[in-house]
């Protein structure tokens, strides 16, 4: 029987954490379900390179004010 990984990660801001390897881990890990909080980025500012790799789906919920 196989038990699905559920990861939840407060990345205190996407872009740094994808500088430092987050792609990497991310195909490493491989989690079923990744949930991150405080990625300090709206839906509309995730440029290409930032897309999930196949597989994984996005759901965005932003904060009513940014910063």
Known sequence: MRHMRFVSWNV??????IRNGF???LAA???DILCLQETRIHA???SD???PP???H???????KRG
């Open 23 to 25: 792609w990497e881990w």
């Open 12 to 17: 205190n801001g996407i872009r740094a954490v």
């Open 58 to 64: 996005t759901f965005w919920h932003s904060a009513e």
């Open 49 to 51: 390179d930032m897309r």
């Open 29 to 31: 890990d491989a989690p």
């Open 44 to 46: 509309e500012q995730v």
């Open 54 to 56: 196949p597989g994984y």
